[in-house]
């Protein structure tokens, strides 16, 4: 079993920064993959990066990449998106997720067992 919460969300100006967390409880494992989605009203949800924990290996979407960092915090138990140069193309609601498999560079939402309750992110211009 896994729990996720999502923390970090907020109001931004286009160029600006913000940083996602999302904390970790799991029952039993050491592996699997954690993604961050996004969905904006009226759209379907994307994948926007992951980290296959126990490996350390990352994808992002092209929409992503050179902007937004994932990154696992072992101490802490979360992972984090590092979101730079934020547009306002990347407003919505950013959800965690995991499942025991494996990450691929394709995210799909079916892919994922288990998911937090997500955190808004509003980038203005």
């Known amino acids: 079993q896994v729990q996720l919460v999502e923390s970090g969300g907020g109001s931004v100006q286009a160029g600006g920064s913000l940083r996602l967390s999302c904390t970790i409880s799991?029952?039993?494992?050491?592996?699997?993959?954690v993604a961050w989605f996004r969905q904006a009203p009226g759209k379907e949800r994307e994948g926007v990066a992951n980290?296959?924990?126990?490996?350390?290996?990352?994808n992002y979407a092209d929409s992503a990449k050179g902007r937004f960092t994932i990154s696992q915090d072992n101490v802490k138990k979360t992972v984090d998106l590092q979101m730079n140069s934020l547009k306002p193309e990347d407003t919505g609601m950013y959800y965690c997720?995991?499942?025991?498999?494996?990450?691929?560079?394709?995210?799909?939402?079916?892919?994922?067992?288990?998911w937090g309750q997500g955190t808004q992110v509003t980038v203005s211009s």
């Open positions: 980290f296959y924990i126990g490996y350390g290996t990352t």
């Open positions: 997720a995991a499942t025991s498999g494996r990450c691929w560079a394709t995210m799909y939402p079916t892919m994922f067992h288990y």
């Open positions: 799991v029952s039993t494992g050491s592996s699997g993959c």
